[in-house]
């Protein structure tokens, strides 16, 4: 599955807050940027979502 | 694909190789349908057999990673360690009596790579998190809870 461009990314998330902002107005705005950039990044994408350990105790993706 | 969806397909590999059936679980479900956290390993449910018992034994060695271990003396959990990452291995039910098979019926299927995952619904997470209680579990609620609205808003 194909990435979108940053651009495209941008513009689709922004298209989609525009959309169910006004439904949804109990989400905090941020937060419903945050999950429609996660939404259209499905797995395959190039996504990391794994925090490993290291020798130090600090974890990172 | 990213390190961690080529470890998750190298997972279901591994699943596919050993024959057994899973159903991913926990914060991995919850990001394999777009949920915006993270997670250091991947929660398996499976059904509690003898023979589920020695492919978990395989599935280590397919893994390259350790036999599977307790958790825990206060928990039936295994985890499978040693590996890339840490997968841990649930037994017939997630806490909020959610059986495997209630969970089956209701799981989606979601391609990563050339395999396919069998995952929990979003719901089904969101109530076995919600039931178990821990710090880290509720910590995680309002983002996934915040999720579901908007993929059934955008399902409209």
């Known amino acids: 599955m194909d990435a979108l461009s940053p651009d495209e990314l941008l513009r689709k998330t922004m298209a989609l807050r525009d959309q169910l902002a006004p439904q949804l107005p109990d989400i905090d705005p941020g937060d419903l940027v945050l999950i429609l950039q996660s939404l259209l990044r499905p797995i395959g994408t190039g996504r990391r979502f794994f925090l490993r350990k290291l020798p130090s105790g600090v974890h990172v993706p | 694909m990213s390190p961690d969806e080529t470890f998750l397909e190298r997972l279901l590999a591994a699943l596919d190789q050993v024959g057994l059936e899973a159903l991913i679980v926990g914060s991995t479900a919850a990001v394999l349908q777009g949920a915006p956290v993270m997670t250091q390993d991947v929660d398996l449910l499976v059904r509690d057999t003898p023979l589920v018992r020695q492919k978990l034994e395989k599935l280590g060695e397919a893994l390259k990673a350790a036999r599977p271990a307790p958790v825990s003396e206060l928990s039936s959990a295994l985890t499978i360690l040693g590996g890339e990452l840490p997968v841990d291995v649930l037994f017939d039910a997630l806490p909020g009596g959610l059986r ?27 109530a076995s998190k919600a039931a178990a209680g821990r710090p880290k579990d509720l910590a995680q609620l309002p983002i996934l809870r915040d999720t579901l609205k908007i993929i059934t808003a955008l399902e409209k």
């Open chain 2, 100 to 126: 495997f098979a209630s969970l089956k019926s209701r799981a989606v299927k979601i391609p990563v790579g050339e395999r396919t995952a069998t995952v929990a619904t979003l719901a089904d997470v969101i």
